[in-house]
Structures are given as C-alpha cells and as structure tokens.
C-alpha cells in the first residue's frame, strides 16, 4: 500500500511539473488557464474507461479535484513571481511624484481629511509648505459609512486642490472611488489614491494602472498582506510599477482606536516588495494624542513616509475632527518624531511659529522671512 501511495504521488507531481509547462505556453499564445470543455472531455473519458471498484460517481469527483488543483497551480504567482515582489532580482522601486524620489528618503504626505473649501485648504497647505512637506493630500470623494455623511465636493473641490497644490508647489494626493471616473481624476491629480474600502474593487485597480500615474494603495482594514500586495499586482499589470503601499490599520476587536495598526506590516511587506510603503497614523489611530508615537513606530520600523491628517482648524473640520492636528500640533510632531528617530524629516520653523501662514512666493519656496 505505501509503495501504491507513493507511486501515486509521484504520478500527481508529474502532473504538476507538465501543467506548468502548459502554463508557459498558454501565456505565451495568450490562452485562457481553464477549459472546461477540455475538462469535461478528460473526465467523461476517464469514466468510460473505469473498470471498478470505484464507482464512476468517486472517478468523477478523483479527477474533479485534480483538475482543479492543476488550473489552481497555473494561476497561482509565487512571490518571487510577482511584478512587485522583492525576488525577482530588482532593487527598491522609487516612485518619482511631482519632484520627490518616493522610496529614497522619509518624508510626510499631509492635508485635512477633506476639501471643504478654498480658504481652509489653502491657509492648511501654506502651513505645511512652510514646514517643508510637498505632499497634501485632501479628499474630494468621501466614501462614508452613513449616505448622511458629508461626501465630499467632487470634481470641483480636486480643482480647488490642484489649484492650492500648484500656488504653493506641492504634489496633490487625492482618492478616486469609481473607474468610470478615473481618467478624469488622473488628469488633475499627481497621485491617485485608491480607499481601503476599495482595495478589493479590481475594476477600479485597473482603471488605475492604465492610467499610468502612480497610485497610492491603501491596504483594506479586513485584508491580509499577499491579498494587499495582488490588488498592486492588477495595478502593476497592467504596466504601472508605480505603486505606493498605505498600511492604514485593520479591524480587530479592540475599540479604543479607530482601527489597529499593524506595525509588524511595515518591515514584514518591505520583506516581500519592492514597493514604497507609507503609513497612515490618522486612520489607524482615530485621535489625535497618539498620532506623535505612531509616527515614530512607522518610521523606525522602516516606513519610507508617514500619511498625517492636519486642518487648521480642526475643531470645525466637517470629518475625521478628531484625528486631524492643527498646524502647530504638526509642527511638535515632526519636532518630537525628529528627536526619536533621526532620519524623520525635521520641521522647517519652529513650533510655536506655526501658526504664522506664509505668503506664496513665486519661485516655489517658501520665503526666508516667513519661515524666520
């Protein structure tokens, strides 16, 4: 009986080794991995040719399962397989964004939640272009939990942001929430950003890739990390590698945050990918007062960026008030986050300045004076 087994085996993985080799022909004639005609011919054959003991019904189900188990092996992508795994050979993938080298040095994408209106996005930006950050990011399309929620204003309000992104020189990062509007989205923004309520929105992950610009994937807060690295593979098929990985939390059963930030992701997915990661501690945390602990955690476990909400004012910010930092709380942040971990980007002014606004100048810094 132990010598049938292992025949057996042997035979299956035989099996295994000639489906990869059909694999390799099928992608080279670009032919689809299942055929359930072909399927249904080999069993029915298989069933013609049963002798007994086993019934047909149990041949049937045998060969089922085989089959199965072979369409699986030629879809599957091992790691070192993956367009954005780190064992393919290619070093750290740098994500160039509106003059920034994403993947090179620590840096902070940060803006409020939301754009409410020009004023409030323009006085937040000015600050944090005086504080060095060329990253703002705002939302424009809100997916809430409630249809009562404010969501956002749309087109209108990603004018606005590209608006205040070019007169103070900064990158826009902003969410795009339906495919059908992701080229129009492309054409303002500098970064699409796709929610963790839609990483698992494959249609919306193409989208994205055709158009080329580099997307911000945001990891889904019920996603593990091999399902969060395929949704950037269906980006990165469709011949887009710019890809920034977002750990922004996910769901646990602790509800003294907002989510629960998974820290051991960070240096865990650099493992695997080639991918700038990013860590959103506004999202995973849900408050403010631990914004400055998280924001050292993501940066000393390896974290190439830190994603940080701040309105300037965010006690009449219309969402997410309690997680977003004022202007000067920023400043002590970066201020604190510099003194622990000393690759974390320094604040340009001092904290107790930060509530001064600089005027934007034409060459694209902020003038000496201001930041003085």
Known sequence: MDDNNNALLELIQERGRLVCQIRAVKEQLG????????????????????????PARTIRKLFTEIHNASVALMEERAESELIVGRTRGRGDH???VAGQAIGTKPFYIAGPCAVESFDQLDRTAAGLAAQGVRLLRAGAFKPRTSPYSFQGLGLGGLRI?????????????????????????????DVLQVGCRNMFSYELLKEAGRTHK???????????????????EYIAL?????????????????????????????????????????????HAAGRRDLLPALSRAAFAAGAHGVM???????????SDA??????????????????????????????????????????????????Q
């Open 31 to 54: 032919l689809p991995m299942h055929d359930p005609r072909r399927q249904q011919e080999m069993i029915d054959e298989l069933v013609a040719s049963n002798t007994g003991p086993y």
């Open 161 to 189: 942001l590209r608006e205040v992104g070019d007169r103070y020189h900064m990158g826009i990062v902003s969410e795009v929430v339906d495919p059908r509007l992701v080229e129009e989205v492309a054409d303002i923004v």
């Open 238 to 282: 469709q011949g887009n590698e710019d890809v920034i990985l977002c750990e922004r939390g996910i769901r646990t059963f602790e509800r003294r945050t907002r989510n629960t930030l998974d820290i051991s992701a960070v240096p865990l997915v650099r493992s695997m990918s080639r991918l700038p990661v990013v860590v959103d501690v506004s």
């Open 94 to 96: 740098v994500v160039e």
């Open 308 to 318: 940080i909400e701040v309105h300037h004012n965010p006690a009449v910010a219309r």
């Open 214 to 232: 580099p997307v911000l994937l945001k990891r889904s807060f019920s996603a593990t990390i091999d399902e969060w690295l395929q949704a950037a």
């Open 322 to 371: 309690e997680q977003q930092l004022s202007l000067a709380e920023f400043a002590e942040l970066m201020a604190e986050v510099a003194d622990w971990v000393p690759c974390a980007p320094k604040p340009l002014r001092r904290p107790s300045d930060a509530n001064m606004i600089p005027v934007p100048v034409e060459s694209g810094a902020v003038s000496e004076e201001a930041v």
